[in-house]
């Protein structure tokens, strides 16, 4: 089944312990991308990649770190992370075609909880 | 991408079609009108997209007026499940492919 799978889907954390939540996707995308989402605020990219080893800083990229080292898994990295960073985080994917990105295909989710 | 508008909350009947207005007056000819939904807190589900035609997939229906200016969602016989936040969004597929949610619009499918 195609999917972008997320994991893990339920953190909660301390202030300043790194952590990383993966992503991955079995659709062979070239296009993956993180979000946030808050209440009142919707969602909020964070960062996103073109292709392998391509990468580039969304909307709030502050406090996140990202790598893209295969075509298939996108995490997202912690390094100290803060209570402001306790959210719902989604990531999506899509292809990308003759320059065009096709529709983005989103995850299932991570609640994240920093106290 | 352009700004859409969209009610904040709708109710309909089972089983009768669901209509959802958006509003995207300052378009442009290249941007998408997309159409997603989120069901309680999980990942936000694509349902349809088109440019300037209307279109129809297994899910919905998608009518943008001639002028781009506004466009409906019609889900044909609404049930319970389809009970979500329904977001409208003017896309360029080009660049940074960010789509930018709005508040969107929380349909109620009531028995």
């Known amino acids: 089944e195609a999917q972008v799978t997320q994991n893990p889907r339920y953190l909660i954390t301390v202030t300043g312990k790194k952590l990383t939540v993966t992503c991955s996707q079995n659709?062979?995308?070239?296009?993956m991308s993180w979000y946030r989402q808050d209440p009142g605020l919707g969602l909020r990219q964070i960062y996103y990649s073109m292709n392998v080893e391509v990468t580039d800083k969304g909307d709030v990229p502050e406090g996140y770190k990202v790598s893209r080292k295969e075509k298939r898994n996108f995490p997202l990295i912690l390094e100290s992370p803060s209570p402001n960073q306790t959210s719902l985080y989604f990531c999506?994917?899509?292809?990308?075609?003759?320059?065009?990105?096709?529709?983005?295909?989103f995850g299932p989710g991570t609640r994240l909880t920093v106290l | 991408d352009a700004k859409t508008t969209q009610p904040t909350s709708m109710d309909c009947a089972e089983g009768r079609a669901a209509n959802l207005p958006c509003n995207h007056s300052?378009?442009?000819?290249?941007?998408?009108v997309y159409w997603y939904r989120q069901i309680h807190s999980q990942g936000p589900q694509y349902i349809i997209h088109?440019?300037?035609n209307n279109e129809t997939n297994e899910m919905a229906s998608l009518i943008i007026t001639e002028d781009r200016k506004s466009s409906t969602l019609i889900l044909p016989h609404a049930t319970l499940r389809d009970t979500a936040v329904y977001y409208c969004i003017a896309h360029i597929i080009q660049g940074a492919q960010k789509l930018v949610f709005g508040q969107g619009t929380r349909l109620t499918i009531n028995p």
């Open positions: 999506a994917s899509s292809l990308r075609r003759g320059g065009r990105t096709d529709t983005q295909y």
């Open positions: 300052t378009i442009s000819g290249n941007e998408y």
């Open positions: 659709m062979n995308h070239e296009y």
């Open positions: 088109g440019l300037k």
